[in-house]
């Protein structure tokens, strides 16, 4: 199919014509190719890249699968996604890669990268068959124990040597285990006041801290998932500074919500790692616009109602992010002038498609750049409803919510995933 | 005052007054031989325990009988309360029963507020101690229990210096008694080993001290806190003997208080470990009428809640 | 609106009572006053100051009945007022219950019912300031200090020195 954005702004603020034929973007300026789709005030952006998203299939498909993850994503903005290997069975063979990266092809709806688990069972224990899912149709590049820690620091040594061979990477959920034991909100002011379990940023820096050492001992590159404390942003300033190769992440919802929400004790605040205090939003803003964090993930995580429909401390941890998520760091980072849309683009587009290795993705819109591309409408507002999310679980933190920008239509692969608002039903096969 | 009763920051000093001056009332009225009332004839309260606590459950079935209220007592311990959907249930089974008020006792701080915010039920919901949270009526009943032992003050307890020393950390007793002592005027200091005070403490309206010894002689009230001898497995102290030595009540230091200083211990006690035999019995300690003044509280506070209109019934 | 009853009326009226109740009782002896607050405390207080002059002391009290009382779901909760017990308790006294205004009965019962509460007396009287009529339980007072006819759509207001700054009663709206 071949077609014209036509009118639309490019993040350096160009207004032009975007021409798109197959799946390629066949020229950017003054050309009219095939099929005219007006875009006057509208801005294009390479398609975002969430490095970090739970799509729970295999397992516990009531909450996710990889078909309504990838629609969410769609109506998200996205045009790839992570699933990350905490599912049931675990990604941690060849196996269950394949099975979700085929699950992926066939939702078409955009690319799904199956993340691969470090350790057998997510268990901490045995490295898992790295190798064979990187050599694998999956061809998976980032490994992660997400929603675990891969604590013991001889194993995460061994971790970040082995993947150097497929040039991989480690993407590590840094929480000290023994220090979190029972851990049900970031320790501080409020949980003294609550009686709930504190969650020290320690836990996270501490291993952080490690992490960094080992990825300079080893020269071997380190990703911080969902970095939440200030101590952690400073840490990992100094690791940039020294030269060592690590990356850091930022969940959208840290860049806005804290841990005084938790007084509610709706447990659809309740996330892992915890929300922290404004000082330390503060800082995760400050390390994302001056680059010290290098992208935006979601950490996407469903869950169904009755795991959120009950007391806190029995109540799941995590929120939901991809339909969300650009609004989010639009209100926090864009509207702040903290950040350009430009860097924006950066942040969720270009960096994370780097470190997952996704050539496809976030590449900077061109000719002959690959035709997956968001085109957002920063003039209009919208209300966050749980029950319009194109998600099968509902625990949105933002629900009621009044965000800027609408993501206008999502191209994937020079497919409209999503036209004018609404999935259009095609897909790319 | 608001229509539950959570945790004390839902209560007003306006409030606390009422509370206290009805709890002291309801005594006069029931010395005499009959200690029924028939206040709340035709309602239902609803125990509804997910934690053992038979001291706690007594109380509040001896006030809501001795006000003429219909009694539930639902146990839920024991059933498979693991996932939470029996919170949201239980409750719906209680709206539908027709109870007018749930007193919960649960092991996850936020679960009384969880049954009331949740729109599960209508009843009013009355906290008996929610995980390490709060425990609003035994500060309540502690503060009835303080100003009946200061007869002058009446519940102004300005200048008034009360210890509370233990396990602050995992104490519901303690975050309630210091939100509640605090808005009647009290100076409040905790003692305890750093271990066991919470990360946020320097945030609370009280003094902090990591040694017994140094102001016993400066407090009015001294209330000491039941240490659970399975804390010692986190390594929050070293060992019951070592506590026992820095931070129990004992005999020596029970000469060493005040003349006209009380001893109080919410129950139940570890004789021996965190408060002596000596010191639990002797003419200083107020611990057994804490309890009777438990009724008292718990019935005011059911009167209170429930004695009255809904306040929608009435319009305001 | 003129008062009904003023300064001078009320202390004839509560003479009046005085000079009845050792009357019917032959005699003050173990007679007990019991005022129901807010404004039954202070006229049982004042009946107790004639009595005194009238050559008797007389043990006076306070019976709260807010507990007892069969309206509670109409108003929001209120707080309780003070019941002492008078010197000597109520077991086997003459019990005077002292109230300002006599309406439905309602709150008498209530009274007898806390009454009943605090021990069994040989007998319970009744001395009310004013008697307006409308009663809605078998009730009837002792001692009336001045019997007003009145709709049921007026209400009577009481007014004492000690709470109110002023001695009145008077009739309040239609």
């Known amino acids: 199919m071949t077609f014209t954005l036509k009118n639309i702004s490019l993040a350096s603020g160009l207004v032009t014509n975007i021409a798109i034929d197959g799946t390629q973007v066949l020229s950017i300026g003054s050309e009219i190719h095939g099929d005219v789709v007006d875009c006057t005030g509208l801005i294009a952006l390479p398609g975002l890249v969430d490095l970090h998203t739970h799509l729970r299939e295999p397992g516990k498909e009531d909450s996710e699968t990889v078909l309504s993850g990838s629609k969410a994503a769609a109506k998200g903005g996205y045009t790839a996604l992570s699933a990350m290997a905490n599912t049931s069975p675990v990604a941690d063979t060849a196996g269950v890669v394949e099975q979700v990266y085929r699950l992926g092809k066939e939702a078409g709806l955009c690319e799904v990268f199956p993340i691969g688990a470090v350790t057998v069972g997510l268990a901490g224990e045995r490295l898992a068959e790295l190798g064979a899912m990187a050599q694998s149709a999956a061809r998976v590049r980032v490994f992660s124990d997400d929603g675990k820690c891969v604590s ?145 993930a979601t950490d996407h995580a469903p869950h169904p109602t009755e795991d959120k429909e009950c007391e806190w401390s029995a109540a799941a941890f995590g929120m939901l992010g991809l339909e969300t998520a650009l609004s989010v760091v639009v209100k926090t980072m864009v509207e702040t002038n903290a950040m350009t849309w ?88 | 005052m608001k229509s539950q009763l959570l945790s004390i920051n839902d209560l007003s000093t306006a409030d606390i007054h009422s509370i206290l001056s ?206 659970q001898i399975e804390r010692m497995s986190n390594f929050f102290f070293p060992s019951e003997r070592e506590y026992s030595r820095q931070y129990g009540l004992n005999e020596e230091r029970l000469l060493r208080m005040k003349k006209s200083a009380i001893v109080m211990h919410p129950g139940p006690m570890n004789r021996g470990l965190e408060i002596s035999a000596s010191s639990a019995d002797s003419s200083r300690s107020v611990i057994v009428d804490q309890v009777g003044n438990g009724v008292l509280t718990r019935m005011a506070v059911l009167y209170l809640l429930l004695g009255g209109a809904a306040l929608t019934e009435v319009g305001q | 609106m003129s008062a009904i009853l003023e ?62 009382r069969d309206d509670l779901r109409l108003r929001p909760p209120r707080p309780l007022l003070p019941t002492l017990m008078p010197p000597g308790g109520i077991e086997g006294k003459h019990v005077v219950l002292v109230d300002d205004v006599l309406f439905s009965g309602r709150t008498i019962r209530a009274a007898l019912d806390a009454l009943g509460e605090l021990g069994r007396p040989r007998t319970v009287q009744l001395a009310v300031l004013v008697d307006r009529g409308h009663r809605e339980l078998p009730i009837r007072a002792d001692y009336v200090g001045k019997n007003l006819p009145t709709s049921s759509k007026e209400s009577v207001r009481v007014q004492l020195s000690e709470i109110d700054e002023i001695d009145s009663v008077e009739i309040v709206g239609a």
């Open chain 1, 152 to 296: 013991d620091p001889l194993v995460m040594r061994r971790a970040l040597e082995y993947v150097k061979s497929f040039g991989g990477v480690i993407a590590q959920h840094a929480q000290d285990p023994r220090l979190t034991e029972g851990a049900q909100m970031n320790e501080g002011a409020v949980s003294s006041r609550l009686g709930l379990a504190g969650w020290p940023a320690v836990a996270e820096e501490a291993i952080i801290a490690r992490d960094i050492l080992l990825a300079d001992h080893v020269k071997s590159r380190l990703h911080i998932c969902h970095l939440t404390t200030k101590g952690g942003v400073e840490l990992v300033r100094w690791a940039k500074a020294q030269g060592i190769n690590v990356t850091a992440e930022v969940t959208p919802h840290h860049l806005i919500l804290t841990d005084d929400l938790v007084e509610s004790y709706d447990p659809i605040f309740k996330v892992n790692p915890p929300l922290r205090t404004n000082e330390d939003v503060l800082a995760l803003r400050a390390g994302l616009a001056d680059g010290t964090i290098d992208i935006v």
């Open chain 2, 22 to 227: 009805t709890a002291a009332e309801l005594e006069r009225i029931t010395d005499g031989p009959t200690k029924k009332l028939p206040t709340l004839r035709g309602r239902t309260v609803v125990n509804l325990f997910f934690e053992d606590s038979t001291r706690t459950r007594i109380s509040f079935e001896t006030a809501a009988k001795r006000l003429s209220a219909d009694v539930i007592n639902f146990s839920a311990k024991g059933s498979s309360v693991s996932k939470g959907e029996s919170l949201k249930d239980t409750a719906q089974t209680l709206q539908a029963m027709g109870a007018d008020a749930v007193v919960i006792r649960h092991g996850s701080s936020g679960a009384a507020q969880r049954l009331a915010d949740s729109g599960w039920i209508s009843a009013t919901v009355i906290n008996a101690g929610d995980g390490t949270h709060e425990h609003p009526t035994q500060a309540l009943l502690d503060a009835f229990t303080i100003s009946k032992s200061f007869p002058d003050r009446k519940s102004d307890f300005s200048g008034l210096r009360v210890a509370i020393v233990g396990d602050i950390l995992h104490s519901r007793v303690a975050r309630s008694n210091v939100l509640l002592l605090s808005k009647l005027g009290a100076s409040v200091t905790l003692i305890a080993p750093p271990t066991l005070l919470p990360v946020g403490v320097e945030t609370w309206p009280v003094k902090i001290s990591y040694n017994m010894d140094e102001q016993l002689e400066e407090f009015d009230v001294v209330m000491m806190l039941r240490i």
């Open chain 1, 342 to 429: 430009e860097q924006l683009a950066n942040v969720m587009s270009v960096n994370p498609a780097k470190i997952g290795g996704y050539d496809r993705q976030g590449v900077p819109l061109a000719a002959g750049s690959p035709a997956n591309i968001v085109v957002i409408d920063p003039a209009q507002t919208w209300q966050v409803d749980k029950e319009a999310l194109s998600s099968k679980s509902k625990n949105t933190p933002f629900h009621g919510y009044v965000l800027p920008t609408k993501i206008v239509h999502t191209v994937y692969e020079g497919i409209f995933v999503v036209k004018n608002q609404e999935l259009t039903g095609l897909k790319y096969e």
């Open chain 3, 7 to 68: 300064s001078a009326d009320i202390d004839r009226a509560l003479k009046r009572i005085s000079h009845e109740i050792i009357e019917k009782n032959q005699g003050l002896e173990s007679v007990v006053l019991m005022g129901i607050p807010t404004r039954g405390a202070y006229l049982a207080n004042r009946i107790s100051l004639i009595l005194e002059e009238l050559g008797a002391k007389v043990p006076v009290g306070t019976l709260d009945i807010t507990m007892h």
